[in-house]
């Protein structure tokens, strides 16, 4: 019987207790997080049964996944890096519009977002390409430019329609970059590149946020990755509206969440555009410390996005800051354990790989926690793992089943890996 079970659970152990603790707290919170859910398809087990469901056959494509040798990764990426292009190019042109945005594909009846795709394609690209041009001062300085050829198009065409998303690979792959060695000179030019756009970004969305006056408020949008079923009908937009219908969401949420730190508690509208952050703010006082316990969280009938985008605002009022901190525990897990699998890969694409997928997952759900406790404006993010979701918690299952391939697959060396280097060489 062990044998059999480990034949079926291969790879590092403490990733798969990360994974089964993540989601027996995931089936927990949604099922007391669907409240909304419950009263509108009027079955109390449904919501639960079908999250149940999409993490059973995330789990089975996670098996598949880690029977994969890792070697063979490396095959797919001619493949995903076109193939993920002409997906974003589709969503952004003709696209499904849900929730106030073009960023969903179907097809056979399946709606999905390319974006979940491009993420782990420009992890796996952007490893390849450290990972071939390491040299014993760092990596070659072509690889920067090589890196922002393959994902700055991506993560352009993404913007548009889901900023916080490209917000979060882009950190993703400055991250990788810096862990890749690539040459102190080039990332500062980056950053100071980068720092210029987002200004001129944050202007942009200020003005033209204030021509378009399509698109919903920052509370009104609902989550970016749930299931069609549950989100909101496509709108009637005018030319104007489809330029700019993006740019008044992100005007919306940058006002709402500076402007709710200069109110007074008793000015605060809980009805109207700030009724999402506000009864956030709620279920986390409501918590008390301790918690009030599994399943009887009150600010999940008021919170329209408490299975999704707010969750963990849930499991703060259900389960306490102590709750709180065995979450962010668990991620933290996950890095480290993915860090440790990189230092023992003998080549540097398994290592770069199983950093980058660790640092993509834990860097959403650094988003989805400080949205939840109000230290960035709402992003739409969900929480990895967690948050009820549809392909999105498929893909990130499969994100799992690549670390644990690394892990069992990969070639190891005794001595740790260009990956775990932190130090950038000069040029």
């Known amino acids: 019987m062990n044998k059999t079970l480990g034949n079926i659970f291969k790879g590092d152990k403490v990733i798969w207790m990360v994974f089964f603790f993540l989601c027996v707290i995931s089936v927990v919170e949604v099922f007391s ?3 909304s859910l419950t009263y509108k398809g009027g079955n109390y087990w449904s919501p639960v049964i079908k999250h149940a469901g999409i993490l059973c056959l995330g789990l089975f494509c996670m098996i598949v996944t880690l029977n994969i040798k890792c070697k063979y990764f490396k095959v797919m990426t001619p493949l995903l890096i076109p193939l993920s292009y002409i997906l974003l190019i589709v969503a952004l042109i003709g696209g499904v519009a849900l929730n106030d945005g073009h960023r969903w594909v179907s097809l056979l009846g399946i709606q999905f977002q390319p974006s979940e795709i491009a993420k782990g394609t420009m992890v796996l690209a ?5 990972g071939s041009t390491q040299t014993d001062s760092g990596a070659d300085p072509r690889a920067f430019w090589w890196v922002l050829t ?14 916080s998303t490209a917000l979060l690979i882009a950190i993703t792959i400055l991250i990788m970059m810096f862990i890749g060695r690539v040459q102190r000179r080039q990332l500062l030019l980056l950053c100071g590149v980068t720092a ?36 909101l009908p496509e709108k009637k937009e005018s030319g104007a509206d489809k330029i700019f219908h993006r740019a008044s969401v992100w005007r919306g949420r940058i006002l709402a969440f500076f402007d709710f730190e200069k109110k007074p508690a008793d000015e605060v509208d809980i009805e109207g555009k700030g009724a999402q952050r506000t009864y956030s703010y709620i279920a986390i006082a409501s918590s008390h410390v301790t918690g009030v316990g599994p399943g009887n969280s009150e600010e999940r009938d008021f919170l329209s996005q408490a299975f999704s ?12 800051l102590g709750g709180a901190f065995v979450v962010v525990f668990f991620y933290i897990i996950l ?41 960035v404006p709402i992003t739409g993010q969900p929480l990895p793992l967690i948050s009820k979701g549809g392909t999105s918690t498929i893909i990130n299952c499969i994100y799992i089943g690549v670390i644990l391939s690394i892990s069992r697959s990969a070639k190891r060396r005794d001595t740790p890996s260009l990956a775990t280097h932190s130090t950038i060489p000069e040029e």
């Open 126 to 130: 952007t490893a390849q390409i450290l």
């Open 150 to 163: 393959v994902c700055l198009p991506m993560i352009l065409l993404i913007a548009p329609e889901n900023l």
């Open 309 to 320: 985008d707010f969750i963990y605002a849930i499991i703060i009022e259900e389960l306490g």
């Open 33 to 35: 997080a669907s409240s």
């Open 196 to 231: 210029g756009l987002v200004v001129a970004a944050i202007l942009f969305i200020f003005v033209a946020g204030g021509i378009g006056g399509g698109g919903s408020t920052a509370e009104e949008e609902q989550t970016e990755t749930i299931d069609a079923p549950e989100t």
């Open 335 to 375: 890095m480290y354990r993915a860090g440790r699998i990189a230092s023992r890969c003998e080549n540097n694409f398994p290592a770069f790989l199983a950093m980058g997928l660790a640092l993509m997952l834990t860097v959403q759900a650094l988003f989805n926690m400080c949205v939840a406790v109000g230290l």
